[in-house]
């Protein structure tokens, strides 16, 4: 076919980080034999699928991933791949990265994103669970099933939308903060907060959102940004870091004014 | 049975605190504490170095640039004590970031691959203590003479020459490619952090970083580079 | 076994308006005495527990994934239909439910359809409300799309990326009531067993997937919105970890199958490579706007396709159907690339894919315009294949994407076990034998934001009182006991073979049998087969590892034993459905140019499965279909 490379097959050296649980040291071990005559249209985690079976067959525990869509959407995926988060290749989660993406030979180190705030669960599995805290905390319109207005009498600039979605496209997989040399979440944060705040629908609540957001963040143990750009390097999505800079305005401007008097989160439920 | 790990509770969220504590302690509210003392900082080693040029017109004009300065004794130590505030500002906000960012991530990786950080970001750590510890001798040096063997009170031509010459002087070319980096990255980073970069992300701020960044430090390093080249003699 | 629609009475449009009025309401001081569990966080699981949480009720909602965001609604890219007519192109609630109903070849019920394209249009107020960065036209108004089976543009869209939007949305309501403590939410658990007091659905048991400890939770009402059964051919477009667990062990507990047989396969996808293959992945339908499929003329033609002049092209949608043309529904596009392909004229290295051609919409409108509209798309396409579709044509083939069966349930949602309530693609109800582009996530989302707050009240409000039941009572003891009696039974297999091998193996046999095209002999083969499958797989399956830790070896597993003894139910429904209609086609019932023949004298009804039994056929129950809005016909996209 046109433009298509031709399948080969990889011989190639993994070195995985393998924890039992929470409580375990963890350490590294080498798969050699179970990672040979690996097809280059194989995608990253299929070549795990792949060493996988062969562990079981061989009476050893599998390697633990975590995984569900594979086709790049839900963020469940995520380990880090010779130092890059998702692995080599831009805007590619790793279960659309493929193995013609390495050479033969390689030898590749795995290891699970690595922050305080998301411990190591087993293997290459964390717990992201943090990052559903900080959309309770604030990631949200407080609009209650079934009272919304007529969609089109909410008319959103295009511009706005589409700048909207652009920060909506993430899938929260903690890959900026896996990159992040200090374990921040700020692309994240910047990511969910900003979505909203860009739309008119979020702007009554822009203020208490993201003081919210930040203060949840902060409580969960993320690093600070200090601008270093890794998140938006590895980000699948490509999320820009200009919406850190708008959450930063947002922040100051929302720290500034002063609170109202009324009840903070709306009514429960 | 089972209450789980998992479900998430609002429970780590800090407690409601006054705002100017909340603004204090939060990430943003500190990295902005940065940001407004940097831009001062910044403003300020611009109008330090648009100072020092005057060198080149002799020791007449420098000596009365400085006696200028000290004519007003209440503002120059408000300068002063302005300056000392926003380093206090900037030392304040550096400690407590570092300090949350070590604790971040207690294990790191066995391999690391920098995609998009430059060294300059990634050694602010780094050139900012050595700076500090750079601005210290710079004041004992010239400011106050007390490690300055030869030091005039009054005479800062004087001082200058004496004081730049050989090992000094590329002391002082060593700080000023330290503080390259730290106002490279500075620079860009606290235009960010207020917020001001419009649409994607990087040129504009990375140009105006770069500009100001050579202007200011080579600006600064031609006086040491002059006394030790010869051109700016007694 | 009875299978009481529960339909209300009165004419199709005031149906729903009136009987929101005749159900039973609960008071707002009394709805938090009232606790619903939720299984599943997709659109209709997530908009279902932020909607009765927001009402009051106590919700505990349940996901296999580690946060409820990664449910698989997430991945649908091209949008969702709604009755707005902001586009004056004659669209209306009467003209999408006549759509749907004709597209579903007359197999669902008129009034569950009818209600879905009432509320069609309150869910895109909703989602826009919730800051769903749906497109929008320069004036700030939302712009549309067209989709398959539909002559009007009514799909909303978020670039190809609606799915995770409306999904977000839903998230974000829901993790606001987490937030505000009413919703428990519990990720990284997996329920196994439905557990019935009294004839009653009062809670379920879980197994933890993190420390593997079986967990008992007890609620007044259950409901399951855990998806569809698709990866019982394998290879679909579903997530790795979708399932029929729960929906399978709800129908051995009584809730009666409905229509296991109408399995919808997605005509583009990404064709399959080798057999490492895990997953297949969609390519929208929305491509077909501007894409033209086609593949060459001759048998066998192995040239590269911008060798092969255009009077050597087939562009065969547009040749069989005139009036639809590359806009046919799902199930007529799929079996016309499975024809042309068994024909010999299939592209690519297996021979297994037709062309989706852009080149004629770049040079019509140029290729920034495409890439704003699929570039997203065609950068996945890129990314897995490695060849640019922007410079020569995508190779696309059908592939496993949605089921139209399953639980059955009445008007209220509520299957055939009394308080238990099957939601979205998890139930049968609205899309017949073959669901329309952009209708899943209308469907998932009208279950949970509106229908479920409504019919679940009228349960509550018609028993009132439901007697305590805590988790030490017998029926829990028992549940829990048997789920760990089954871990044990798969870990002490010790076999050689993993749960993967069985879950290929599962996958040809229904693929082959009883994919897009299924005869009598066929499916008489599989159901020879399937069994012997079960057999050696409980013989033969090597699971490691403990049940008291991830373990995920041992939650395959037990999926696929699941999914093999569903797979033989679906043949078995396969078989007795002696017509084709919409996805379902047997080959002994077509028309002379190869279309579904339906056969309404006879099979005009839902053909509902009751468990009977280990080793027992299941009983099929039928509950007859009524058409009195719609004049029955034969489809027609010509």
Redesign the interface.
């Known amino acids: 076919?046109?433009?298509?490379?031709e399948?080969k097959l990889l011989n190639l050296t993994l070195?995985v980080w393998r924890q039992?649980?929470r409580g375990d040291a963890g350490r590294?071990e080498t798969y050699k034999d179970e990672a040979r005559d690996i097809?280059t249209?194989?995608?990253f985690?299929?070549m795990l699928?792949?060493v996988n079976?062969r562990l079981?067959?061989s009476?050893?525990?599998?390697i633990?991933f975590?995984?569900?869509?594979?086709?790049?959407?839900?963020?469940?995926c995520g380990v880090?791949v010779?130092?890059?988060p998702h692995g080599?290749?831009k805007?590619?989660t790793a279960c659309?990265l493929?193995m013609?993406s390495f050479q033969d030979g390689d030898s590749l180190?795995i290891?699970p994103w690595?922050?305080?705030?998301f411990p190591v669960?087993?293997d290459l599995?964390v717990?992201?669970?943090a990052?559903?805290?900080i959309?309770?905390?604030g990631?949200?319109?407080?609009?209650?099933?079934?009272?919304?207005?007529?969609?089109?009498n909410?008319?959103?600039?295009?511009y706005d939308?589409?700048l909207?979605?652009d920060a909506?496209?993430c899938?929260?997989c903690g890959a900026c903060v896996a990159?992040c040399?200090?374990?921040?979440a700020?692309l994240f944060v910047a990511a969910k907060a900003e979505?909203?705040n860009l739309?008119p629908?979020?702007a009554p609540e822009k203020d208490s959102r993201v003081?919210?957001m930040?203060?949840?963040?902060?409580?969960?143990?993320?690093?600070?940004?200090?601008?270093?750009?890794?998140c938006?390097?590895?980000c699948p999505k490509e999320i820009?870091?200009?919406f850190?800079?708008?959450?930063?305005?947002?922040?100051?401007k929302a720290?500034l004014k002063r609170?109202r008097a009324s009840a903070a989160?709306g009514g429960?439920? | 049975m089972s209450v789980v790990a998992?479900s998430?509770?609002?429970g780590?969220?800090?407690a409601p605190r006054s705002?100017l504590q909340?603004?204090l302690?939060?990430?943003?509210?500190?990295?902005?504490i940065m940001a407004f003392s940097g831009v001062f900082l910044s403003l300020f080693a611009l109008g330090h170095m648009l100072g020092n040029l005057q060198a080149y017109q002799g020791a007449e004009a420098l000596d009365a640039y400085g006696a200028l300065l000290h004519k007003e004794p209440a503002l120059l130590w408000g300068v002063r004590l302005g300056l000392l505030g926003l380093v206090g500002m900037h030392i304040f906000a550096y400690l407590a970031?570092t300090r949350?960012?070590n604790?971040?991530?207690?294990?790191?990786?066995?391999?690391?691959?920098?995609?998009?950080?430059?060294y300059a970001?990634?050694s602010?750590t780094l050139t900012g203590p050595l700076l500090l510890a750079f601005i210290v001798y710079h004041i004992l040096h010239l400011t106050t003479g007390t490690v300055h063997p030869d030091y005039e009170e009054g005479a800062v031509y004087h001082n200058l020459v004496t004081g730049l010459g050989g090992v000094n002087g590329l002391i002082y070319i060593a700080a000023m490619a330290m503080l390259a980096f730290h106002l490279w990255?500075g620079v860009?980073?606290m235009?960010?952090?207020?917020?001001?970069?419009?649409?994607?992300?990087g040129s504009l701020g990375r140009t105006v970083a770069t500009i100001f960044t050579i202007l200011v430090t080579v600006g600064f390093a031609t006086v040491p580079l002059a006394v030790l080249t010869g051109v700016l003699h007694l | 076994m009875e299978l009481k629609s529960n339909v209300p009475p009165g004419p199709l449009e005031t149906k729903w308006t009136q009987h929101k009025f005749d159900m039973k309401l609960i008071n707002p001081a009394n709805k938090r005495k009232y606790s619903v569990i939720v299984v599943g966080s997709g659109l209709a699981g997530a908009?279902a527990a932020?909607?009765l949480?927001?009402?009051?009720y106590q919700v505990s909602c349940f996901c296999y994934?580690?946060?409820?965001?990664?449910?698989?609604s997430?991945?649908a890219q091209g949008g969702i239909n709604a009755a707005?007519n902001?586009q004056n192109d004659g669209d209306s609630v009467q003209r999408l439910f006549y759509d749907t109903i004709k597209g579903g070849d007359f197999r669902a019920r008129e009034a569950n359809v009818h209600r879905l394209a009432e509320v069609s249009v309150?869910i895109?107020?909703?989602?826009?409300?919730?800051?769903v960065?749906?497109?929008?036209?320069?004036?700030?108004?939302?712009a549309n799309r067209s989709f398959g089976g539909a002559q009007v543009s009514r799909t909303f869209y978020?670039?190809g990326?609606t799915g995770?939007?409306l999904l977000?949305g839903a998230?974000?309501?829901l993790?606001?009531?987490?937030?505000?403590?009413?919703v428990k939410?519990y990720?990284r658990h997996e329920m196994q067993q439905v557990v019935k007091v009294e004839g009653k659905a009062r809670g379920i048991v879980v197994r933890n997937l993190?420390t593997g400890e079986i967990e008992s939770h007890a609620a007044d009402a259950v409901i399951l919105a855990t998806g569809g059964y698709g990866t019982v051919f394998y290879l679909a477009?579903y997530?790795?970890?979708a399932n029929c667990t729960a929906i399978w062990r709800a129908y051995k507990k009584g809730a009666a199958f409905a229509n296991p047989c109408y399995t919808q396969i997605h005509p583009t996808c990404i064709p399959v490579?080798?057999d490492?293959?895990?997953?297949l992945?969609?390519m929208s339908e929305s491509l077909r706007n501007d894409g033209r499929i086609w593949v060459p003329k001759a048998r066998g033609d192995k040239r590269?396709?911008?060798q092969i002049p255009e009077d050597e092209r087939d562009y065969y949608l547009e040749r069989k159907y005139p009036a639809f043309g590359n806009l046919s529904p799902r199930d007529i596009s799929s079996r016309a690339a499975k024809e042309v392909c068994d024909e010999g004229r299939g592209v690519?290295?297996t021979g297994f894919g037709v062309y989706l051609d852009f080149a004629d919409a770049i040079n019509r409108l140029g290729v920034d315009t495409i890439r704003e509209r699929y570039g997203n798309l065609f950068?996945?396409y890129e990314?897995?294949?490695?060849?640019?579709p922007y410079?020569?044509p995508m190779?696309i083939y059908p592939a496993s994407h949605y089921t139209m069966g399953g639980l059955w349930v009445d008007y209220h949602l509520m299957s055939t076990i009394e308080g238990l309530f099957v939601l979205g693609e998890a139930n049968f109800s609205d899309h017949g034998a073959n669901r329309l582009g952009a209708s899943a996530l209308m469907q998932g989302l009208a279950d949970g934001?509106?229908v479920i707050?409504y019919t679940l009240g009228n349960y509550f409000g018609t028993v009132r009182t439901f007697d305590k039941v805590g988790i030490d009572h017998p029926a829990f003891q028992e549940a829990r006991a048997e789920v760990a009696e089954r871990s044990k039974r798969l870990l002490g297999i010790n076999g050689?073979r993993?749960a993967?091998?069985f879950h290929r193996e599962l996958g040809k046999i229904m693929w082959n049998y009883s994919g897009m095209g299924r005869s009598e002999e066929g499916l008489k083969k599989a159901l020879v087969e399937l069994p012997a499958l079960k057999e050696e797989f409980w013989k033969g399956v090597?699971v490691?590892?403990t049940d008291g830790?991830?373990n995920?070896?041992l939650e395959k597993a037990g999926r696929v034993a699941d999914l093999i003894e569903l797979g033989q139910l679906l043949c078995l429904d396969a078989l007795e459905r002696r017509e084709s209609c919409g996805a379902h086609f047997r080959e002994e019932y077509q028309t002379p140019d190869h279309e579904a023949r339906r056969d309404d004298e006879n099979f005009c009804h839902v053909a509902a499965w009751e468990y009977t039994g280990e080793d027992s056929t299941p009983v099929r129950h039928v509950e007859p279909l009524t058409f009195e809005n719609v004049h029955l016909q034969t489809r027609s996209y010509k």
Not at chain 1, 114 to 117: D, E, G, I, L
Not at chain 2, 103 to 118: C, I, L
Not at chain 3, 124 to 131: L, T
Request: one cysteine or more.
């Open positions: 076919m046109a433009g298509h490379g399948e070195n039992r649980n590294f097809s249209d194989m995608s985690l299929e699928d792949v079976e079981i067959k009476g050893r525990e599998p633990a975590d995984h569900d869509c594979r086709e790049g959407i839900c963020g469940q880090v010779n130092g890059s080599p290749r805007a590619t659309q493929h013609r180190t290891e690595r922050a305080s705030a669960v087993k599995m717990d992201r669970s990052f559903d805290r959309v309770a905390a990631g949200y319109i407080s609009v209650r099933t079934g009272n919304a207005p007529e969609a089109n909410i008319p959103v600039p295009k939308a589409d909207s979605m909506a496209a899938i929260g990159a040399p200090n374990a921040s700020m979505h909203l739309l629908q979020g003081l919210a930040i203060d949840q963040a902060d409580g969960e143990g993320f690093g600070n940004c200090t601008n270093h750009g890794e938006e390097a590895v820009s870091m200009a850190i800079a708008r959450l930063n305005r947002d922040y100051l720290s609170p989160a429960a439920g | 998992s998430p509770a609002a780590r969220r800090p705002r909340r603004f302690t939060s990430s943003i509210g500190l990295k902005l970031l949350r960012n604790t971040a991530r207690p294990k790191g990786y066995r391999q690391r691959k920098w995609r998009e950080s430059s970001s990634r602010m990255h860009w980073s235009m960010l952090t207020l917020g001001l970069p419009e649409g994607r992300y | 908009s932020a909607s949480a927001e009402l009051g994934q580690d946060s409820p965001r990664r449910a698989h997430i991945a707005k902001y309150n895109i107020d909703q989602c826009v409300a919730q800051g960065p749906f497109a929008r036209e320069y004036s700030g108004l939302l978020a670039r990326q995770q939007q977000l998230y974000q309501a993790e606001r009531q987490v937030g505000l403590g009413a939410m990720t993190e477009t997530a790795k970890g490579t080798g490492h293959q895990s997953k992945t969609l590269a396709p911008d690519g290295k950068d996945m990314r897995i294949t490695d060849e640019d410079k020569s190779r934001y509106f707050p050689d993993t993967d091998d090597r490691p590892g830790e991830i995920q070896s």
